[in-house]
């Protein structure tokens, strides 16, 4: 019985298809902003696993250089660079060393967001404001414009925009930063009908509460950690690699029926727009 079990595995299509997913996106390029830690940098790892060359950023040149070591120890082909996608200049820089040095671009997961702020909303600034806005949402669709032509030269490709829960419910003391996250729910959706017609998918996808550097004010306290812990099914907080797969999903074969969506990654925690 066994024997015959085995036969009628590799036999099926969809074990073998399966089977080959950790090579699905061999040949393919892609940029991910804010990669050297986090979601980001697991992004990458993700992506580079399923074979695709990763183009990694971040402000800093030294963090930089330990993620392009990590990925490189780790048989993931990748190029790194220096890029604050707040700038237009350093924006147009990644996307033409992008093309210098692998060839083209197939790939662009956003998930570069800053957060400046931390209190009521209404003691927030223009100044916040326009910090915010400008780096979690006119830069992802001002990156995305640059790669549409790139993408659409090769055939077509795939946007993934780095969302949060919080942009389906506000947390409380980030509201600025929530909205930012909400516009990219409708960027997604605003994108995707346009962009199809040159075969390029636009998805989101909106994590809950993740162990990264960047929330860590959310779940370095112990008592705050147990209070969001009460509002997931999976007791426990999501780690980066949980979002990470999601990307590589959401830029294989396997999802290529998959666009305008935004797919909640967050232990079951209850979140409606």
Known sequence: ???????????????????MSHSSLAGKVAIVTASTDGIGLAAAQALGKRG?????????QANVDKAVALLKSQSIQVTGTTCNVGSGEDREKLVKMTLDQCGGVDILVSNAAVNPFFGNIMDSTEAVWDKILDVNVKSAFLLTKLVVPHMTKRGGG???????VAGYQPMQALGPYSVSKTALLGLTRALAPELAHSNIRVNCVAPGVIKTRFSSALWQSEEIAEEFKKQLSIK??????????????????EASYITGETITVTGGMSCRL
């Open 236 to 253: 426990r907080l999501g780690e980066p690699e949980d979002i990470g797969g999601v990307i590589a999903f959401l830029c294989s074969e």
């Open 158 to 164: 795939n946007v993934v925009f780095v969302s949060s």
């Open 52 to 60: 695709a060359h990763v183009v990694v950023s971040s402000r800093r």
């Open 1 to 19: 019985m066994l024997t015959n079990a085995l036969r009628c595995l590799l036999r099926n299509p969809v074990a073998g298809r399966r089977n």
